[in-house]
């Protein structure tokens, strides 16, 4: 009963994960560890023993503060933290999309279920909803970052919210 077909849906979702996703997956997982975390300290107090020999060995507390010394740290720290942020990034993108597929899923299968139920009630609102709700599934790949507002791009005025429908009373 989909009326966008186009719309990925998780059954339609392909299973096969290439080498780089596989190897960004461990990668994230590795990193989110406490072990990740003791490697990036034992690097930075590697570094401090370095320049605390250094400062022993030549009797000077600015050779430490040299450049070279700092350079080390900096391109060390910087290098990870560049890999890290495109693998961790890659992960994040996978579970973003992940989760969409599986809320789409859900708005369909609601919008299904409503469908069935609206050939008894004749309310207006409720067919509406069932609109909007179509609408949803696929809303990922047509909404904008910048520009929310239903009709022509830069229209001035807001979009008009559907009036939620009328809860019936119930007894108390």
Known sequence: MRPNTNILMPSDVSTRVGFFDRFAGRAALLASRAPFFAFCVLLVVLWLLQGLVTILVKGDPKSFLDAQFQLEINTTT???????VALLQNSQTREDQATQ?????????????MERWAGQYEDESFRKQIQELRLAVGLEDKESSTD???????????????????????PA
């Open 78 to 84: 910087t290098i990870v933290t560049f890999l890290m």
């Open 101 to 113: 597929h599986k809320l789409n899923a859900i708005a369909d299968g609601l919008a299904d279920l």
């Open 148 to 170: 929310n507002r239903r009709g022509a791009r830069g229209a001035s005025e807001p979009a008009q919210q559907a009036p939620l429908p009328e809860k019936a009373d119930s």
